[in-house]
């Protein structure tokens, strides 16, 4: 009278696994991990723009600073123009400049690397 049943799992084609997103998808979809991801290349690229930031603004600071604390410098004359002229009026432009371009590279690289990271995952 009592039978014996026996329960087997059936074997399903789909996986037990829930379907992941490519994380190129969720940032498309701007889901929280997408945000995650964006969020850590902004803070990158936030952290390198103060860094600049604080080089370059120390750097012309230090300059009038230098002119105070040594006044004898101030007296120093290139090509018949005082040199806090040439440092301050001729010379921080092109520096400028040139910081701006290596600047925008780092900032270019940082995308790329992220552009990267996220195609291999």
Do not use: H
């Not at 969020?39 to 080089?55: D, E």
């Not at 301050?88 to 690289?109: M, N, Q, T």
Request: proline share 5%; charged share 25%; with cysteine.
């Amino acid at each position: 009278m009592n039978e014996r049943k026996r329960v087997t799992v059936t074997r399903s084609t789909t996986s037990a696994r829930p379907r992941q997103y490519p994380v190129r998808q969720e940032i498309d979809e701007e889901t929280d991990i997408g945000g995650l991801y964006v969020g850590s290349l902004i803070r990158a690229q936030l952290r390198l723009g103060i860094t600049v930031c604080l080089a370059v603004g120390g750097t012309l600071a230090a300059i009038p600073a230098l002119f105070w604390i040594f006044p004898a410098v101030r007296d120093i004359r290139l090509f018949g123009v005082g040199l806090p002229w040439l440092l301050l009026g001729v010379l921080v432009y092109p520096c400028v400049v040139l910081v701006a371009w290596i600047l925008s590279r780092c900032a270019e690289r940082k995308e790329r690397e992220f552009a990267e990271m996220v195609d291999r995952l």
